[in-house]
């Protein structure tokens, strides 16, 4: 978690980017990078920093032409800006030095520096965020909070936490490849999983535990042993954490998921006998399923245990206390 408590001002820019979790900050990733080292060649297609001086200047209403000359190059080479704004037309002045950086490219035979624009500091790779805040707010945020020591502290692993704080402390290396591919797989990979875990620990901190309105102490293990095949080691698995869920002192909630006739039924049904003599209900999101499960559980579920099934277009006229087992819809 990331206290802000004593300064106001940072709570309330926390606040905008949706920020509660340290996780949360490190998870507002950079769209680009600002790559202001100093080019030593021209690299065609890609970003160039380069220190020129403009040799000559031709204006007109939609474009403006430089003729520039870079030392470091030993070669002379056009910048052109198209549609310039009033503030680039008043920078760029004949016969000034200064430091610049756009898109190269060749064309006609000569190099082409695409809508430079003026650099104030150089040999720096500058993240870039997109988000409602000044990028220069978003910089001192992630550089008061994040580092190392703090991403372990969250629960990350050392790769984990290595990955993620090296999209905002990058590499030259790693931006050239951003610049070229974008987010590598592991990266990727990286980061979908720790926006599942940063999701998952703050609903953790949600949790709330209720003690269980009572033990559920039936016995599945004849039931199991009279189905005419044996169960999977995930089946016996599933079954066996549920018990334990059961034979608990909280109140639990279980996910089974699996895909279709891969035996979640004989857990459903297996769980059905751990609550025996105990009541249950089994709502079903279809008529056809709940009638399918009722069926499943008419040929498997010994005698002496009840079901019943409860749906719009079923006419139950027993009283539904008499059953153990109710199967339905939302008619339930």
Not at 136 to 159: D, F, I, Q, S, Y
Not at 211 to 221: Q, V, Y
């Amino acid at each position: 978690m990331i206290k802000s408590d004593t300064d106001p001002i940072e709570a309330e820019r926390l606040k905008k980017l949706g920020v509660q979790t340290l996780l949360d900050l490190a998870l507002i990733v950079p769209h680009s990078y600002d790559n202001t080292y100093l080019s030593s060649a021209p690299l065609l297609e890609q970003n160039n920093t380069l220190h020129v001086k403009v040799l000559s200047i031709k204006r007109s209403p939609k474009v403006l032409q430089m003729l520039l000359f870079c030392e470091a190059w030993n070669m002379q080479l056009d910048g052109v800006i198209f549609a310039p704004k009033p503030y680039q037309k008043a920078l760029f002045k004949q016969g000034i030095d200064c430091f610049v950086s756009g898109k190269i490219s060749y064309k006609n035979g000569r190099l082409q520096l695409l809508q430079p624009r003026s650099v104030t500091q150089i040999n720096q790779l500058i993240p870039k965020y997109k988000t409602p805040l000044q990028n220069k707010t978003v910089l001192e945020l992630m550089k008061r909070h994040l580092n190392l020591e703090a991403l372990l502290h969250e629960g990350l692993a050392v790769n984990e936490a290595k990955i993620l704080l090296s999209l905002h402390v990058p590499s030259l290396h790693a931006v050239y490849a951003f610049e070229k591919e974008g987010y590598s797989s592991e990266v990727k990979q990286c980061l979908k999983f720790v926006e599942i875990y940063n999701d998952l620990k703050k609903l953790s901190g949600k949790k709330v535990t209720f003690p269980s309105c009572a033990k559920l102490e039936g016995d599945e293990r004849s039931f199991i042993a009279s189905l005419p095949f044996t169960l999977t080691a995930d089946q016996q698995k599933v079954i066996g954490e549920i018990k334990r869920d059961f034979l608990g002192n909280y109140a639990t909630k279980r996910v089974v998921m699996g895909d279709v006739g891969c035996g979640k039924t004989m857990v459903i049904l297996s769980a059905v006998m751990m609550a025996y003599p105990k009541k249950v209900v089994l709502m079903a999101p279809t008529t056809v399923l709940a009638r399918q499960l009722f069926e499943e559980a008419r040929k498997f579920l010994p005698l002496h245990v009840k079901s019943v099934l409860v749906t719009q277009e079923s006419d139950v006229k027993e009283n539904l206390e008499a059953f153990d087992f109710m199967i339905g819809t939302h008619a339930l």
